[in-house]
């Protein structure tokens, strides 16, 4: 019975750890991949992306006529036989309208259409159709700024994949060559001292490998929001993409590039279209100034001389006093001030373009400097410390410099890879263009 009972316990507990512990589905992907994936998923690109129908639908709404008014005036609801004291005005009642409905009955019905002058429908319309501009170049603004975000993340996720596992299989070396000392220790070949000296090496290697665990979470976080996964997905990116293509970069012409980032970049075309704006803006406040007119007809039943009484007429303002003087003003400093912000932007991506052009140069410049057999070099000298401190012909502190001196290249490489990537990612950004994708 006791049994029994332990083993319902144990079962019991087995349930409540599968049902807390979270599910981790693991999703590996190229960078290629997840970048179609961003560019259909992520939901700031979604929302923004709606701002450009919303602009197009206010300009199909400007384009729409102002509805006619209709007007049903002086229904008497109470009438006599024949109307006023019996009788209609000479002395007679009104008719009816049909039959025998509406007879002594008055009623008055005016239509009205308001008719804008000096073509302001048009005025309007050719400001809201710029509206429709800015949605979508502000959309390409937001997409320029998420694009650069996302590219980063992928190289910093790259890299800290790249640096855990060449720290796990250093870790992976020492923890042989520790175990094979503590054996040694025990038995009296060794000082104890070298012994606790490689621990403490291993130690240090296995420090390192939790903070970069750390960091990967951190980039995972921010991915998984940008990719619009579940939170309990772990992402991995492929190694493919990593390594820079230097040749096609060194190909690039700064001059070239300086006339291609004014006719790209979005946050410039959104200042362009805030001057032609400006522009379309003061000519419909002009229009303004000419006041709209409302054409009306109308039909008047016993309130007249007449029985039936048909009238036309229409109405405007008096431009007495308002003639729009202040909107006009407005208007025109408006413009002066678009000009003056397009000429700073202008100015502005100049000057981002040659920091940006400068600092991949500088990381370009280290990258040649990095023979390419040094790494493969590096490699071969650390299998050949390894053997050598294995068979006691190389003592502790040599190996541990070399060891120490070993992973700080590798991590000077890895991280000369990760700035290139960056570097160019940002020219990219300063361009405001995927030229050489």
Not at 127 to 150: P, S, T
Request: aromatic share 10%; glycine share 6%; with cysteine.
């Amino acid at each position: 019975m006791d049994i029994k009972k332990c083993l319902s316990g144990i079962l019991l507990l087995s349930i409540f750890s599968f049902t807390t512990s979270p599910a981790q589905d693991t999703l590996r992907i190229s960078r290629q991949q997840s970048e179609i994936k961003f560019l259909e998923e992520n939901l700031l690109l979604l929302a923004e992306k709606l701002n450009i129908p919303q602009a197009e639908a206010l300009t199909l709404q400007a384009k729409l006529w102002p509805n006619p008014t209709l007007e049903l005036d002086e229904i008497n609801i109470g009438t006599t036989v024949n109307g006023l004291n019996g009788t209609g005005y000479f002395g007679e009642g009104l008719p009816p309208i049909s039959g025998n409905f509406g007879r002594n009955q008055q009623i008055s019905v005016s239509i009205e259409q308001l008719v804008q002058t000096a073509g302001k429908r048009k005025k309007l319309v050719a400001l809201e159709e710029v509206n429709e501009a800015m949605a979508e170049q502000y959309f390409q603004d937001l997409l320029r700024g998420l694009k650069l975000e996302f590219r980063n993340s992928l190289s910093d996720l790259q890299y800290l994949q790249f640096s855990k596992k060449l720290y796990q299989t250093q870790l992976e070396s020492i923890r042989l060559l520790s175990s094979a000392y503590k054996n040694q220790v025990q038995l009296g070949n060794v000082a104890k001292g070298e012994y606790i000296r490689l621990k403490a090496a291993e130690l240090e290697i296995a420090k390192k490998i939790n903070d970069l665990d750390d960091e990967l979470h951190k980039e995972q976080k921010d991915l998984k929001l940008l990719l619009n996964l579940s939170p309990s997905t772990y992402l991995i990116i492929s190694e493919v993409g990593y390594e820079p293509d230097i040749e096609q970069l060194e190909k690039l012409n700064l001059g070239e590039l300086s006339s291609l980032a004014m006719e790209s970049r979005p946050d410039y075309k959104i200042e362009l279209l805030n001057e032609e704006y400006a522009q379309k803006n003061y000519r419909y406040e002009k229009a303004q100034r000419v006041p709209d007119l409302a054409l009306k007809a109308g039909y008047d039943r016993g309130g007249n001389f007449l029985y039936n009484f048909f009238g036309f007429g229409l109405t405007m303002d008096l431009p007495a006093f308002n003639r729009n003087q202040g909107n006009i003003r407005h208007a025109e400093f408006t413009i002066k001030q678009a000009e003056l912000l397009r000429s700073y932007k202008a100015q502005e991506i100049g000057n981002e373009l040659i920091l940006s052009w400068q600092n991949l140069q500088n990381s370009i410049a280290l990258y040649r400097e990095i023979d390419p057999e040094y790494e493969q070099t590096l490699d071969n000298l650390l299998e050949n410390y390894i053997s050598n401190f294995k068979n006691r012909d190389l003592g502790m502190l040599a190996f541990l410099d070399f060891f120490e001196a070993y992973l700080e290249n590798k991590t000077i490489i890895l991280e000369n890879k990760l700035e290139i990537q960056k570097k160019a990612e940002e020219l990219k950004f300063t361009l405001g263009t995927d030229l050489f994708n």
